[in-house]
């Protein structure tokens, strides 16, 4: 894994080192496991590159430490449990978010919000499975549960699903179709993937920047098949997501005011 990563933003521990402990703790994580091929060293670096990637994350979000742990429900896997080929995953049946040692940076964004969209999913709609995702659901159920903030947050799904009128697929699920009609695979249109890498693009847009939170949203492979927003349909997302964690950061501030 690379030393260091680019990132500007503000100094969330004083110059002082992090441990994966000082993670647990600021976030409160159901747990933080670290797979025993992790050295030492690489620990040691890995435990401030992830407290700053997560306070980041927390900053451009304008939320508060249990935002970033979903209350305390969600677990931190790194260097463990992975997946041949994949860098990181989230796995809904434990809640547990995990980034491979040397192939998960940059993918921190993408699986949080995975988890967030499964989180949220019983908060948006009565009567979910295990499994389900507050964006799948989006697609299908017409019983949301009355709240402004659910308002909010069907406005992030649509501006993600559907174009501007509301009544037609967006660019991003077309180019995401294409795409895996040409790999022959159902993957990158799936709702949740097309939400996930869409919140990737609002967090690469947003004031702090750090590739070991997000990256490759605009210059990749991926980007040039449109996989990630481009253009008007970019800003319109982004202005849907931040109109809704602004609001939720709002509202966990007072709640815990």
Same mark, same amino acid.
């Given at each position: 894994m690379p030393t260091t990563f680019y990132r500007r933003g503000p100094d969330h521990r004083a110059g002082a080192p992090?441990?994966?402990? #000082?993670?647990?703790?600021?976030?409160? &994580?159901r747990s933080v496991e670290i797979g025993r091929w992790v050295t030492e060293p690489e620990k040691q670096r890995s435990a401030g590159l992830f407290y /700053?990637?997560?306070? /980041? +994350?927390?900053?451009?979000?304008?939320?508060?430490?249990?935002?970033?742990?979903?209350?305390?429900?969600?677990?931190?896997?790194?260097?463990?449990?992975?997946r041949p080929g994949v860098s990181a995953h989230y796995t809904p049946a434990t809640r547990s978010f995990a980034l491979a040692k040397n192939a998960g940076p940059g993918s921190i964004a993408h699986e949080?919000?995975?988890? &967030?969209?499964?989180?949220?999913?019983?908060? +948006?709609?009565p009567g979910v499975a295990k499994? #389900?995702?507050?964006?799948?659901?989006?697609?299908?159920?017409?019983?949301?549960?009355?709240?402004?903030?659910n308002d909010r947050l069907q406005a992030?799904?649509?501006?993600?699903?559907? #174009?501007?009128?509301?009544?037609?697929?967006?660019?991003?699920f077309r180019a995401s179709a294409s795409a895996d009609k040409a790999a022959g695979v159902h993957y990158y249109s799936q709702p949740e993937e097309l939400c996930a890498r869409a919140f990737e693009a609002f967090i690469q847009d947003a004031p702090c920047k750090n590739a070991f939170l997000v990256k490759g949203t605009k210059e990749t492979e991926e980007a040039r098949l449109g996989l990630y927003p481009q253009g008007e349909e970019r800003t319109r997302i982004n202005a849907a997501f931040q109109g809704y964690?602004?609001?939720?950061?709002?509202?966990?501030r007072r709640s815990e005011g």
């Amino acid at each position: 894994m690379p030393t260091t990563f680019y990132r500007r933003g503000p100094d969330h521990r004083a110059g002082a080192p992090a441990t994966f402990l #000082d993670v647990r703790r600021r976030f409160n &994580f159901r747990s933080v496991e670290i797979g025993r091929w992790v050295t030492e060293p690489e620990k040691q670096r890995s435990a401030g590159l992830f407290y /700053d990637a997560l306070c /980041d +994350l927390m900053t451009n979000l304008g939320g508060t430490e249990p935002l970033i742990s979903l209350r305390g429900t969600l677990a931190l896997q790194y260097g463990i449990g992975g997946r041949p080929g994949v860098s990181a995953h989230y796995t809904p049946a434990t809640r547990s978010f995990a980034l491979a040692k040397n192939a998960g940076p940059g993918s921190i964004a993408h699986e949080w919000f995975h988890a &967030f969209d499964h989180y949220i999913a019983d908060k +948006l709609f009565p009567g979910v499975a295990k499994g #389900d995702f507050g964006s799948r659901l989006w697609l299908t159920r017409e019983d949301p549960i009355s709240h402004p903030l659910n308002d909010r947050l069907q406005a992030c799904y649509r501006a993600v699903l559907l #174009d501007a009128t509301g009544n037609q697929p967006s660019d991003l699920f077309r180019a995401s179709a294409s795409a895996d009609k040409a790999a022959g695979v159902h993957y990158y249109s799936q709702p949740e993937e097309l939400c996930a890498r869409a919140f990737e693009a609002f967090i690469q847009d947003a004031p702090c920047k750090n590739a070991f939170l997000v990256k490759g949203t605009k210059e990749t492979e991926e980007a040039r098949l449109g996989l990630y927003p481009q253009g008007e349909e970019r800003t319109r997302i982004n202005a849907a997501f931040q109109g809704y964690f602004q609001s939720l950061g709002t509202a966990l501030r007072r709640s815990e005011g």
